[in-house]
């Protein structure tokens, strides 16, 4: 399994970017994706999780700012982030996990770390 993410940068505070984790050699529509992102300084945290299906998963600090979805035919997640703020700045990271009731639980395929940086 290969994960390739795509699409950081540098934005203004406010701003819009939108991430893209593009899978290979996997059964992509059965799995579940999440992405993480991980701040200078502080731990890993989950920040949004799609099942097979069309649950979705939000850490509360992103919540309405951020909308993950994912389209099978391209084998693709996407991570749409809206009212960017610098706090959001970090390295991102998609993973292929497991969904199980109403939580994602991290697997061991991993994306590239991609960096996103909100200036104020």
């Known amino acids: 399994v290969q994960l390739q993410a795509s699409g950081g940068g540098l934005v203004q505070t406010g701003g819009s970017l939108r991430l893209s984790c593009a899978a290979s050699?996997?059964?992509?529509?059965?799995?579940?994706i999440a992405w993480y992102r991980q701040a200078p300084g502080k731990q890993r945290e989950l920040v949004a999780a799609?099942?097979?299906?069309?649950?979705?998963k939000y850490a509360d600090s992103v919540s309405g700012r951020f909308t993950i979805s994912r389209d099978n035919a391209q084998n693709t997640v996407y991570l749409q982030m809206d009212s960017l703020k610098p706090e959001d700045t970090a390295v991102y990271y998609c993973n292929q996990g497991d969904w199980f009731g109403y939580s994602y639980v991290e697997g061991i395929y991993w994306g590239q770390g991609i960096q996103v940086t909100v200036s104020s």
């Open positions: 050699g996997s059964t992509f529509s059965i799995e579940a």
């Open positions: 799609i099942s097979s299906g069309t649950r979705t």
